[in-house]
């Protein structure tokens, strides 16, 4: 079973700081999506990246596949209260078809 | 349109209980997928159907988990001889096709509560 590992679990901060948060694993993926979690709800997509060094930019959020497709960062600039939530990268496998493998999460506060 | 629908939202019952867990896709989506989400965790695969057969069950934790779609378009997560351990949010999400860089849309989950 291949594993990704988030790192930090848990991030607080203050309103208009930035932050990376980082996805490793010692597997390749195919693919690379990036979820956030709101309480009750269930994980939105973000992004997907499939290529290696792909940089993807949503707004104010800065989306990195690494090189190899073993790890990905996110970076939000300038955090806002409405940033917070969970964030979970997930990885999708060729040999395993469409299945995810979730990171455990990334729990995000940005204080007013 | 619609998203992912789950019913119940919550479920309560007592160790040993059968229980059954619905997912309705968004219409037209083939592929339907069943996650599990512990507490402080991510989600954990379960399942994956492709119409109306499961194309990749290797997620399943034992013999008390089972899942069925038979029209191809609502599924139903069914467990036997609930135990503690198999509290937890179950997450279903769809997507069109099934690929692997498909989007797959969540639904809000079912938090299931064992007793």
């Known amino acids: 079973t291949q594993l990704l590992e988030q790192s930090p679990q848990f991030l607080s901060i203050q309103e208009g700081e930035n932050l990376t948060v980082y996805c490793n694993s010692s597997s390749v993926f195919s693919s690379l999506q990036w979820y956030r979690q709101e309480p009750g709800e269930g994980p939105v997509l973000l992004v997907t990246v499939v290529t290696g060094g792909e940089v993807k930019k949503l707004k104010r959020l800065t989306f990195q596949f690494g090189d190899a497709r073993k790890d990905s960062s996110l970076h939000i600039t300038a955090a806002q209260p409405g940033d917070t939530g969970l964030y979970l990268c997930?990885?999708?496998?060729?040999?395993?078809?469409?299945?995810?493998?979730f990171g455990e999460g990334t729990q995000l506060t940005v204080n007013p | 349109g619609a998203g992912v629908s789950q019913t119940p939202s919550n479920k309560v019952t007592e160790k040993g209980k059968y229980v059954e867990l619905r997912c309705d896709p968004i219409?037209?989506?083939?592929?339907l997928y069943w996650y599990r989400q512990s507490l402080g965790q991510g989600p954990e695969f379960l399942i994956y159907?492709?119409?109306?057969?499961?194309?990749?069950d290797s997620g399943l934790p034992n013999d008390r988990f089972f899942a069925v779609r038979p029209e191809g378009s609502v599924s139903t997560l069914k467990i036997q001889r609930t135990e503690r351990g198999d509290s937890a949010v179950y997450l279903c999400?769809?997507?069109?096709?099934?690929?692997?860089?498909?989007?797959?849309?969540f639904g809000p989950g079912t938090r299931l509560t064992v007793l």
């Open positions: 999400a769809s997507s069109s096709t099934g690929g692997s860089t498909d989007t797959q849309y």
């Open positions: 219409s037209g989506h083939t592929a």
């Open positions: 159907f492709q119409g109306t057969g499961a194309a990749d």
């Open positions: 997930a990885g999708g496998e060729e040999t395993s078809g469409s299945r995810l493998t």
